[in-house]
């Protein structure tokens, strides 16, 4: 059975920092292309950030520049570094396996997620 937990949130002021982490055990962890979800009060789940098993990473708009997601393979670690926070990235943030199915990335192995709320 897969698990995803992920770790690190919590209540921030706006423009103030938070490092999330997910610990997986997937195995042949570093086939697989990660990804961070959020989850905003009234709005549909939305990808933030994935990292391809190369490490190559992909950022959604909102976060360019602000956010940054990596890796740790020899751990089955994935991170998101959250940086310049704004009250619209208050939500629940969720770790997931992912893959490309057509345009869209679908999430495959999914954790429980983690709380952010910044404040203004």
């Known amino acids: 059975q897969v698990h995803l937990v992920e770790s690190g949130g919590g209540l921030v002021q706006a423009g103030g920092s938070l490092r999330l982490s997910c610990a997986t055990s997937?195995?042949?962890?570093?086939?697989?292309?990660m990804g961070w979800y959020r989850q905003a009060p009234g709005k549909q789940r939305e990808l933030v950030a994935a990292i391809t098993s190369g490490g190559g990473p992909n950022y959604a708009d909102s976060v360019k520049g602000r956010f940054t997601v990596s890796r740790d393979n020899a751990k089955n670690m994935v991170y998101l570094q959250m940086d310049s926070l704004e009250p619209d990235d208050t939500g629940i943030y969720y770790c997931?396996?992912?893959?490309?199915?057509?345009?869209?990335?679908?999430?495959?192995?999914w954790g429980r997620g983690t709380q952010v709320t910044v404040s203004s």
């Open positions: 997937i195995s042949f962890f570093s086939r697989y292309t």
């Open positions: 997931a396996s992912v893959r490309m199915m057509g345009a869209e990335w679908l999430g495959d192995y």
